[in-house]
């Protein structure tokens, strides 16, 4: 791998993938909040007799109300959402809705919309159809094609698809392309 290939690899994937470091710094500091204030209150516990006294006043009287515990139940629940958050920001992928590609001179990054702009055109040309009837959607491996015709003029949605697919190829994508034809069209 020559040095340039590398430096295209590391460019496409930085600019592919969403960056973590906002969870991350959200976590540290979460941590580091938690940590100190750990550390203060057990120095405190261990220094000050009166501070333990009232620490085990108030955790008593936290214990014997008779009210519900609204408190707890709230922060339990809270700390249960923030978990599932973070733990969603570092499981889920991080991908942009962008596609990269390498040749031996160049690197090529194209975000899908760009894509979904020129497959609905070249669809539309193909079924001859208006450009604001096609919508089209990139998912990661699928492209969906939804075309709503004009009242009474079929549309072959086999020629869609092959718009779909000569579309990926002359740009050098792929995906699985998925042409759904609305049973009600519109007057024109």
Do not use: C
């Amino acid at each position: 791998m020559t040095k340039e290939e590398a430096t295209y690899r590391r460019v496409l994937r930085r600019e592919t993938h969403a960056p973590r470091t906002a969870p991350a710094t959200v976590v540290a500091a979460i941590g580091i909040v938690l940590l100190l204030a750990l550390l203060v209150a057990g120095a405190w516990w261990l220094v000050d007799g009166g501070f333990r006294a009232g620490a085990v006043r108030w955790l008593d009287g936290l214990a014997l109300q008779d009210q519900p515990q609204v408190v707890p139940f709230g922060a339990g629940a809270v700390v249960v959402v923030l978990s599932l958050v973070l733990l969603a920001l570092a499981v889920l992928p991080g991908r942009r809705a962008r596609r990269a590609r390498m040749t031996e001179r160049t690197a090529l990054l194209v975000d899908d919309g760009v894509i979904a702009d020129s497959i609905a055109e070249a669809v539309a040309r193909r079924v001859r159809v208006e450009r604001s009837r096609v919508a089209v959607t990139v998912g990661r491996r699928t492209v969906a094609v939804r075309i709503t015709p004009t009242s009474g003029i079929p549309v072959d949605r086999s020629a869609a698809e092959s718009a779909v697919d000569d579309t990926l190829v002359g740009i050098g994508f792929t995906a699985t392309p998925r042409v759904l034809v609305e049973a009600n069209g519109v007057i024109a």
